[in-house]
């Protein structure tokens, strides 16, 4: 069989399957594993066994693999000739939290179909979108009882609440993962009719800062006017990281950032996001943002310093006229390549430090490890194989995209195994991820299956 | 009987009755008249009543007088001549919640001596304040029967919900309360051999504030850069509300400030707070406030500007990275007199529009009526009176002081009945009022009725 061929008759190998196809995915998707939540801990390690046997009834060999948390499903498929490529798949079978329960429609571990879309907690993110990958292999398996390539699946249990195990896991398991290319489906395409190929991930660095003036809450009364108010000092600090036009002012934060060249930024041009459609989605009346930049260049390539929370003194109902001793505030700063979150972390505290005013003392807690931005190599021949099975499956040459949030695994796969990342959405936008009505269309699941049976066969 | 010898029988008699007199308090005290708490508004009217019956027991005519909210007790003694000055007498019978519980050594509402102390909830704040007056008006009708003067009382029930009711309450009933001065104890020496009497007091503007910059929270990575952070826009608007020194930059905000003379820079420089007893009650490191003046005269004849709460996106534990779409303030200004509370909402709220960055709506919300601050004619003689009976009293004149804080009834009485007012504490600054462990001393109630007893006779 041609490699022409080969993929049409396993195309439609998943067409004719695609009541079972689905029949799976339902299932699947009727395991609460919930992460986050303690009472939901049996139904994760449910779903890491259910998938486990399921790889093995398509006919790889499948373990779950113990972590310092929920464990990990390991999968391969060993290809009988030497010197074939390996492709791993990474996703993750754990789910958000579904509440609030009652802003759903359908309940949110009973999948319903309305309007050709799934509804289901995990359907989009990220249950539906790795199952289409095991479909490919199922669909290359049963009409040909082989594959293309080596194939091999991590689908971790943790992703939904920071993946607190998993870099250690990926250093630990080297060897098992060594591959040619990592496969990721966790984004979206822009329509059914135009898919992204992401090349860049902003890193994150987030922490607290605390400013105490006094021992405790004192009478506003009494010491206003003698004692220094945190919150006032807080908001002086914070007021000086940027300048009224959003530029960050802290001494050194843009020094490595990674600069776009004119072709980098023609590709970015190409992407539909602009002020209309941030305001449409925001509500907000009107944008604001360093200038020199473009809407999509803001929201992938540009580092970013956001308060994400801020609390001091009384904050219920009506008035109390409280002196507050503490504030605190939440900060993160979303990173591009190549800044280094321990670096920034330096540079900012030290900052806030300098702009401290009198009778003010800041304490810094990190809240979570720092990560890096990433950028892929765009002109990688296995991000190029991604690129035409793309073409084919969705009638257009993906756009090269950069996205705003992070991934850190993608930069322990990129520091550990040294190959290329392809990450291929299989969603839509508006699938509510994290939300209440979560979804996933049907033909993103079928156009999905057939993209990654594309894929295998271009590589 | 000489006015010289009769206050020296009256306070034997006083002397005499101590058991009795501590025995009234306690029986008042064991009635949790919390005016906050609707599970206590039965308790609340139970005081008012108990009080009313008390007064006629003593020989005075009472009776409960029903507001919009909780009651007041009103009640008189007229003396049978006419032309003889009139003292009415105000103080509260509610108090605040005894809330956390846990962290009094003995039950809030059993009274409970420790070392000269009796330790319960509204002992000092304000039961055993206006109940000296009340014994020493029963020690005078016991001993002379009679009074040197006209007594009337009011003694309100909603004083720690900020006294909704009686403002109207006084303008209503301007008749009734009709007197040539008003007494007020409802402050506190310095210490048992060093009176104080307040002869201005800080007025109170209070509001809050929202910045909005998008419908719904956002996704930080995915709209950070691109989208206004509300809590960097009210930071930035808040931090030029003063200077790095302290000085509040709304334009007009000194304008009518009462100007301290020579004579009253001198007398408050002998009020004996300074930068180290503030420091001790604080835990402040260092003070912070308007360059120029020292720390009595910042606490009580400068006005300021303090935020008293502030918050937005997500202040639980551990990261998310979610851009806020709101942000909120409450801040508040402590105001001096001649400044108009109206006037300066009106320009503190036009300068914080003006500060408002791009993407950036403002909402603001007056939390409560703004009060202006209240001076005090030193001079006058029903004040040097008071002084008088204080010195005889504690061995020491009194000090003039500033109070911070606001006591919105002044200006009530102030406006409406035009006369002079007497604020002679009889409490201690380490009372713990509004917090655990709230106490009184013996003393300090033995030595309220005597002062009381000597005013009485001054007048």
Known sequence: MSQFNMPTQVIAHAEREREQFLNDL???????????????????????????????????????????????????????????????????????????????????FKPTVRDGDIYARGSSDNKGQHLAHIKAVESYLKTTGGLPVNVKFLIEGEEEIGGPNLGAFVAAN??????????????????????????????????????????????????????????????????????????????????????????????????????????????????????GFNVPERMGARPTLEVNGL???????????????????????????????????????????????????????????GTRGTLIDRHAPQVQAAARAAQSTYGNPPIFTLEGGSIPVVNDFQDVLGKPIVLLGYGLPGDNLHAPDEHYAIACYEKGIEASIRFLAEL
Chains 1, 2 share one sequence.
Not at 31 to 38: D, M
Not at 62 to 87: F, I, L, R
């Open 26 to 108: 339902y299932e699947y998707l009727a395991i609460p594993s919930v992460s986050a939540q303690p009472e939901h801990a049996r139904d994760v390690r449910h779903a890491a066994v259910w998938l486990s046997e399921h790889l093995r009834n398509i006919g790889l060999t499948a373990s779950v693999m113990e972590t310092g948390g929920h464990p990990v499903v390991y999968a391969e498929w060993k290809h009988p000739e030497a010197g074939k490529p390996t492709v791993l798949v990474y996703g993750h079978y754990d789910v958000q939290p579904a509440e609030p329960f009652e802003l759903w429609h359908s309940e949110p």
């Open 174 to 291: 080297k060897e098992l993962l060594a591959c040619d290319v990592v496969m990721i489906s966790d984004s979206h395409l822009l329509t059914l009719d135009q898919p992204t190929l992401l090349y860049g991930l902003r890193g994150l660095l987030y922490f607290e800062v605390e400013a105490r003036c006094s021992a405790h809450d004192l009478h506003s009364g009494t010491y206003g006017g003698n004692v220094q108010n945190p919150a006032m000092a807080l908001a002086q600090i914070l007021a000086q990281l940027k300048t009224d036009q959003g530029v960050v002012t802290v001494p050194g934060f843009y020094d490595d950032v990674h600069v776009l060249g004119p072709e980098e930024r023609a590709e970015i041009a190409r992407i539909p996001q602009n002020e209309d459609t941030i305001k449409a989605e925001t509500g907000a009346s009107e944008l604001f943002g360093e200038p």
């Open 311 to 369: 609390w001091s003194g009384y904050t219920g109902p009506g008035a109390k006229t409280v002196l507050p001793a503490i504030a605190n505030a939440k900060i993160s700063c979303r990173l591009v390549p190549y800044q280094d979150p321990a670096k920034i972390f330096e540079a900012v505290s030290a900052h806030m430090r300098r702009l401290t005013p009198p009778g003010t003392t800041l304490t810094f807690t990190m809240l979570q490890e």
